[in-house]
């Protein structure tokens, strides 16, 4: 028979309680980092457009002109 002292269930409930708030925590952190990168992709994205459009802008001039 196991003579250890055993937990009340207030203990696993605050344990359970932390490990439910640090998942959500974590989804939180990751969301925020997904939604941080999409934006940073889509400003490199915006500036290589910007410099590609001045590019062919200017061929476009210099041929003509």
Known sequence: ???S????LGDVYKRQ???ILLL???LIINIIYYIL???HICYIYSI???HLL???YSII???LL
């Open 1 to 3: 028979r196991d003579r």
């Open 24 to 26: 959500i925590l974590s």
């Open 37 to 39: 990168y999409i934006i």
């Open 61 to 63: 001039s210099y041929i």
């Open 17 to 19: 309680l932390l490990i």
């Open 48 to 50: 290589i457009s910007y």
């Open 5 to 8: 002292v055993s937990r009340g």
């Open 54 to 56: 001045y590019n062919i």
